[in-house]
């Protein structure tokens, strides 16, 4: 039995009229081809939207939700589809909109530092664009060469420059959105105006909320003046303790870097594997502290942080030399994830986060897990904001290490929570954790989000089954039946 959506899509002339709004060729109703779309990075779970739809305007989006509210159709907004807790998956099928097609860099208004680009635009081609007027648009999620604007709006994407320069909600101004019943509304800084804006903050309101409250089209993003000078240094360690406690220090010295990153032991041999650069393989952690801002003053403060890291007993220090040392240096921190094919065929990343004095207890507790379920688990993580990325492996071929994966998720995710800290610091909650929101939510607050939410949305049909404990699973659906073509 189909469910009552993919009923109601495939019966009614449906896909004739979706056909008329976008044309056949920004249309995938193809199983094969719907493939693509059956999950984001979050591979454990999985389930094929009953179609696809790649509009390239606005007036596209806003026909496409309204033919949907007719028939009471859910619909899921979606980026690149890099999402690692599933806040993209077509849970029980509906109709998914792709944004990819809507990637333009409308205009930059460098007088006033800002650009105004489609939603589907990718993260890195705004700097791309500004950075020979030394400008830069800050948010770097280490997805940046595939992640858009859009998700990265929904999802209040970070990065490893997080830690001193901000998240997303602080670099979007405003934006254009389509709401649930069809309307199109601009919340926030529009283009031709200043930044303050009277009234509620909805801008804010909407930024993080997972692709629930409508779907956004165009996003007007700040832009910023490139740092002066860089100084990126390696700290190399013996224990990712000794690495930890340099992170709490140089934080506790009253510095802030502009990242200050880790990498443990098994990470570092998949990326020297990858990419050659030369990571120390017998180290038990690399440490990446980038200063930057203005060349005066930035030399003193990289010999306070070397001073800090040989104090915690660093093998050496690496600074680099040339720009290209540094670039090669972020590459790989930034494709650590990529790397992980190396080792493992399935990883289930993890997003929790601790104070940073806990890094020590965390990594400790993490070490244990995979003793314990008997499954490798390397770490990559910001560590300046305390926010963790385990990389649990697995065989999703074998149900007993998909079983162990994900109790070792939970475990680690349950002691982030005791250590007074939470499961998620910028991938979203999506279907991985809507469980864990109870125990960091009361059941107020999870009233008060839901209410939030129905004010946006209040059949609750974009993006439906996320976020919240109790929404049904992909196995609550029968599988999908095919399109025909
Ligand atoms: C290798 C790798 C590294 C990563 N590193 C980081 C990192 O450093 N920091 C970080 O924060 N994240 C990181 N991520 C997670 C992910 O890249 C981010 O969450 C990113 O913002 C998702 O963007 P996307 O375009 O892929 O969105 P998708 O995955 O397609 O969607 C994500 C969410 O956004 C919603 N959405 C998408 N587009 C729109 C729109 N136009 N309007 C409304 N809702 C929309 C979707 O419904 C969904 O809820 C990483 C992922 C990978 C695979």
New binding site residues.
């Given amino acids: 039995m189909a469910s009552k959506t993919e009923d109601t899509i495939l019966t009614i002339g449906f896909i004739d009229q979706l056909r008329a709004i976008v044309g056949h060729a920004n249309l995938v109703t193809d199983a094969d081809e719907l493939l693509v779309y059956e999950c984001?990075?979050y591979t454990l779970e999985k389930f094929l939207p009953t179609v696809v739809a790649l509009p390239r305007t606005t007036e596209e989006v806003a026909a496409i939700v309204k033919l949907c509210a007719a028939h009471a159709v859910p619909f899921?907004?979606?980026?690149?589809?890099?999402?690692?807790s599933g806040?993209?998956l077509a849970v029980g099928g509906g109709v998914m909109i792709a944004?990819t097609r809507m990637n333009k860099i409308l205009s930059v208004d460098y007088r006033n530092r800002r650009a105004l680009v489609e939603?589907?635009c990718v993260n890195a081609w705004v700097t791309n664009e500004v950075k020979s007027r030394g400008l830069l648009y800050a948010p770097?999620?280490?997805?940046q060469p595939?992640?858009?604007i859009?998700?990265?709006?929904?999802?209040n994407?970070?990065?490893?420059h997080t830690l001193k320069h901000g998240v997303t909600t602080n670099h979007v101004l405003g934006f254009e959105?389509v709401l649930p019943d069809g309307e199109v509304v601009w919340l926030g800084a529009t283009p031709d105006g200043g930044e303050d804006v009277e009234g509620l903050d909805l801008r804010g309101v909407v930024i993080g909320s997972?692709?629930?409250f409508?779907?956004?089209?165009r996003v007007l993003v700040r832009l910023v003046r490139a740092p002066q000078t860089f100084k990126t240094m390696l700290g190399v360690f013996e224990t990712v303790e000794a690495a930890s406690q340099t992170v709490s220090d140089i934080i506790g010295a009253g510095m802030i870097p502009g990242a200050l990153e880790m990498m443990d032991q098994l990470i570092i041999q998949a990326l020297e594997a990858a990419y050659h650069f030369g990571f120390p393989l017998n180290a038990g952690a690399v440490l990446i502290v980038e200063l930057d801002g203005l060349a005066a003053g930035l030399e003193a403060q990289a010999q306070r942080v070397i001073g800090i890291c040989q104090r915690n007993g660093a093998r050496e220090v690496r600074v680099a030399k040339t720009d290209q040392e540094r670039a090669d240096l972020w590459k790989c921190r930034k494709r650590a994830?990529?790397a992980i094919g190396r080792l493992s065929p399935n990883f289930l990343t993890q997003d929790g986060v601790v104070p940073r004095s806990k890094l020590p207890v965390i990594m400790q507790f993490i070490r244990a897990c995979s003793e314990k379920y008997g499954l490798r688990i390397p770490n990559v993580f910001?560590a300046g904001d305390g926010n963790i990325h385990p990389l649990v492996l697995y065989d999703e071929r074998d149900a007993d290490q998909v079983r162990r994966a994900l109790a070792a998720g939970h475990d680690i995710l349950e002691k982030c929570v005791e250590l007074g800290g939470s499961v998620t610091g910028?991938?979203?909650i999506?279907v991985e954790k809507m469980d864990f929101m109870a125990k960091q939510f009361s059941k107020d607050d999870l009233e008060a989000m839901q209410m939030v939410r129905r004010v946006f949305d209040p059949a609750a049909r974009c993006?439906p089954h996320?976020m919240f404990p109790g929404s049904k699973r992909c196995g609550d659906f029968a599988p999908k039946k095919q399109v025909a073509a």
């Avoid at 770097?140 to 997805?143: R, V």
């Avoid at 859009?150 to 999802?155: D, K, L, Q």
Wanted: with cysteine; glycine share 24%; proline share 6%.
């Fill in positions: 984001d990075a899921i907004p979606r980026g690149a589809g890099t999402s690692l806040t993209v944004l939603a589907g770097d999620p280490s997805s595939a992640c858009t859009g998700g990265n709006v929904a999802t994407s970070g990065g490893p959105m997972e692709g629930m409508g779907i956004v089209t994830f990529g910001h910028e991938h979203g999506g993006n996320k």
